[in-house]
Antibody, heavy 122, light 107 residues
Framework: EVQLVQSGAEVKKPGESLKISCKGS????????IGWVRQMPGKGLEWMGI????????RYSPSFQGQVTISADKSISTAYLQWSSLKASDTAMYYC???????????????WGQGTLVTVSS | EIVLTQSPGTLSLSPGERATLSCRAS??????LAWYQQKPGQAPRLLIY???SRATGIPDRFSGSGSGTDFTLTISRLEPEDFAVYYC?????????FGQGTKVEIK
């Protein structure tokens, strides 16, 4: 079974750094793009960016470029989303999701991780 | 950036009724459009990809149609478990984008 398991909820203060993770199993992790999607409280889905773990090729939405860093460690089948200095406005649920077809950019997301809730508050 | 506009924002229907959800793109996305269902406290789940192909395990009461800029998700007969929020998603061009969602609620 293809599965993405994300790290647990985080509570941080403004200005702190954070790295959350997404571990893939049941498939060839290196061969599928993985993306990150933000969902702010009570709001819709926002595409943040994607990474191809095989060669670490990364694409960002202009809205998130420079605000976060997406990375992956194919040796442990894990993708990451990282902030160097959190803001209160980063409070949201963050989902990782795999592309539906391996190595292809123009595909949908399936499956999705369970989500990681990040709360940033002083 | 391609903007996806979903309508209506909220659809109030009874179980057994037909639901018709719309997604309009600001420019053509060919057939590179997917639909997801999200229930409270859960991650989104893929329903439809390629505008009209049902994902594995999705009941045949869900169907998708359209191409270019106008797309429709139809639920032929609403079951109690279908009351949720539905999002469309274009994967034709970067950045990928989502619609703002349509909530299907019990009337």
């Amino acid at each position: 079974e293809v599965q993405l398991v994300q790290s647990g909820a985080e509570v941080k203060k403004p200005g702190e750094s954070l790295k959350i993770s997404c571990k893939g199993s049941g498939y060839s992790f290196s061969s599928y793009w993985i993306g990150w999607v933000r969902q702010m409280p009570g709001k819709g889905l926002e595409w943040m960016g994607i990474i191809y773990p095989g060669d670490s090729d990364t694409r960002y939405s202009p809205s998130f470029q420079g605000q976060v860093t997406i990375s992956a460690d194919k040796s442990i089948s894990t993708a990451y989303l990282q902030w160097s200095s959190l803001k209160a406005s980063d409070t949201a649920m963050y989902y990782c999701a795999r592309h539906g077809v391996g190595a292809i950019l123009t595909t949908w997301f399936d499956p999705w991780g369970q989500g990681t809730l990040v709360t940033v508050s002083s | 950036e391609i903007v996806l506009t979903q309508s209506p924002g909220t659809l109030s229907l009874s179980p057994g009724e037909r639901a018709t959800l719309s997604c309009r793109a600001s420019q053509s996305v060919s057939s590179y459009l997917a639909w997801y269902q999200q229930k409270p406290g859960q991650a989104p789940r893929l329903l439809i990809y390629g505008a009209s192909s049902r994902a594995t395990g999705i009941p045949d009461r869900f169907s998708g149609s359209g191409s270019g800029t106008d797309f429709t998700l139809t639920i032929s007969r609403l079951e109690p478990e279908d009351f949720a929020v539905y999002y469309c998603h274009q994967y034709d061009s970067s950045p990928r984008t989502f619609g703002q969602g349509t909530k299907v609620e019990i009337k």
